[in-house]
Nanobody
Framework: QVQLVESGGGLVQAGGSLRLSCAASGSVSGIYAMAWHRQTPGNQRELVAVIFTSSSTTYADSVKGRFTISRDNAKNTVYLQMNSLKPEDTGVYYC??????????WGQGTQVTVSS
C-alpha cells in the first residue's frame, strides 16, 4: 500500500513563493509518474504538473514559467516549487502517484492560500 503525505502549504502574499513536498512510503516501485493536482474554489481538480520516470515534465499553461516539479528518488519525495504566486493559485494541492499498472494513489492534500 502506498502512502503519500504532502506538506509545505500555507498562507503567502501574492508574488511570494512556497515549496510543496510529497513523501511516498510503502510500495514505491513501478512508478510511472508523479504529479501535483489542485482544486481551486468552485472548480474541478486539475493537473498542475507531472514528472515521469524519464524525468520529462509537463505543466498546466497557467503555471508554466512559475512552478517547477522535481523529485529526489533517494528520499522518495517529489516537490513543487511555486514562485510568483497569484491569488488564483489558491486551493488544495494534491500529490498523485501513478504506477505502471495504471493505478493511482493520492495524498490527503495541503492548503495553499495566496492573499492579494
Amino acid at each position: 500500500q502506498v502512502q503519500l503525505v504532502e506538506s509545505g502549504g500555507g498562507l503567502v502574499q501574492a508574488g511570494g513563493s512556497l515549496r510543496l513536498s510529497c513523501a511516498a512510503s510503502g510500495s514505491v516501485s513501478g512508478i510511472y509518474a508523479m504529479a501535483w493536482h489542485r482544486q481551486t474554489p468552485g472548480n474541478q481538480r486539475e493537473l498542475v504538473a507531472v514528472i515521469f520516470t524519464s524525468s520529462s515534465t509537463t505543466y498546466a499553461d497557467s503555471v508554466k514559467g512559475r512552478f517547477t516539479i522535481s523529485r529526489d528518488n533517494a528520499k522518495n519525495t517529489v516537490y513543487l516549487q511555486m514562485n510568483s504566486l497569484k491569488p488564483e493559485d489558491t486551493g488544495v494541492y494534491y500529490c498523485r502517484q501513478t504506477v505502471l499498472s495504471g493505478r493511482s494513489y493520492w495524498g490527503q492534500g495541503t492548503q495553499v492560500t495566496v492573499s492579494s
